[in-house]
């Protein structure tokens, strides 16, 4: 019995395309789960296929005209998604999940401060270049127990003076969760003597580094 010698194109691997899809919500305190889908046009040999999930944090400070940052690495989470052993042609769907710390903080982008999470899947393929992917995974807010706080703020502490203008803001909750709606209501004063043209609200975020 005699074997046909290899073509090129069998000599040549495939490294398998990578889709991911992020399942549920991702908090601080929460397991994180992901659907991966690897797809391949033939069988591979494959080393393993693992997933590591990045937690980092970078803060710039500025002194006058000098600015420095500083990044730091705070979480690193592997998982093993698929042993060593062989691809076979098609599509592959495996879910990975990791188990997010409950002081993890959540991703932020503001001046000075930036915390980001990225999952990095790798196919470890042997005698052949790795197929790899990088993925910004966000993290939420964490979800606490919210408590009804009400509040009232005015443009003048001394009420209303004359024909000036004057407002009062009354909020149902001063404070908020990812998700939920600010409600309140506005009331205008000395309507008979000022013209009111344009009425804007402004939800700002701070935060201190």
Do not use: C
């Given at each position: 019995?005699t074997?046909a010698?290899k073509?090129?194109?069998?000599w040549?691997?495939?490294?398998?395309?990578?889709?991911?899809?992020?399942?549920?919500?991702?908090?601080?305190?929460?397991?994180?789960?992901?659907?991966?889908?690897?797809?391949?046009?033939?069988?591979?040999?494959?080393?393993?296929?693992?997933?590591?999930?990045?937690g980092?944090?970078?803060?710039?400070?500025?002194?006058?005209?000098?600015?420095?940052?500083?990044q730091?690495?705070?979480l690193?989470?592997?998982?093993?998604?698929?042993?060593?052993?062989?691809?076979?042609?098609?599509?592959?769907?495996?879910t990975?999940?990791?188990?997010?710390?409950?002081?993890?903080?959540?991703?932020?982008?503001?001046?000075?401060?930036?915390?980001?999470?990225?999952?990095?899947?790798?196919v470890?393929?042997?005698?052949?270049?790795?197929?790899k992917?990088?993925?910004d995974?966000?993290?939420?807010?964490?979800l606490?127990?919210?408590q009804?706080?009400p509040?009232?703020?005015?443009?003048?502490?001394?009420?209303?003076?004359?024909?000036?203008?004057?407002?009062e803001?009354?909020?149902?909750?001063?404070?908020?969760?990812?998700?939920?709606?600010?409600?309140?209501?506005?009331?205008?004063?000395?309507?008979?003597?000022?013209?009111?043209?344009?009425?804007?609200?402004?939800?700002?975020?701070?935060?201190?580094?």
């Amino acid at each position: 019995m005699t074997t046909a010698p290899k073509t090129k194109r069998q000599w040549i691997k495939h490294r398998p395309k990578i889709q991911l899809r992020l399942l549920g919500e991702r908090r601080p305190g929460s397991t994180f789960t992901a659907e991966l889908r690897l797809r391949a046009k033939r069988a591979v040999p494959v080393d393993g296929v693992t997933a590591e999930l990045r937690g980092q944090q970078q803060i710039r400070l500025r002194s006058g005209n000098a600015a420095s940052t500083h990044q730091v690495a705070f979480l690193r989470l592997e998982a093993q998604v698929l042993p060593k052993g062989s691809l076979t042609a098609g599509e592959h769907v495996y879910t990975v999940s990791f188990q997010l710390p409950s002081d993890a903080p959540p991703s932020i982008t503001a001046t000075g401060l930036r915390v980001s999470y990225t999952l990095r899947v790798h196919v470890h393929i042997p005698w052949w270049p790795d197929r790899k992917a990088e993925y910004d995974i966000p993290v939420e807010f964490p979800l606490g127990e919210l408590q009804q706080r009400p509040a009232v703020f005015v443009s003048n502490e001394g009420g209303p003076e004359g024909r000036r203008p004057y407002a009062e803001l009354s909020l149902a909750s001063t404070q908020l969760a990812t998700g939920t709606a600010l409600r309140g209501a506005v009331a205008l004063y000395n309507v008979e003597h000022v013209r009111y043209h344009v009425l804007a609200l402004e939800l700002r975020r701070r935060h201190q580094v």
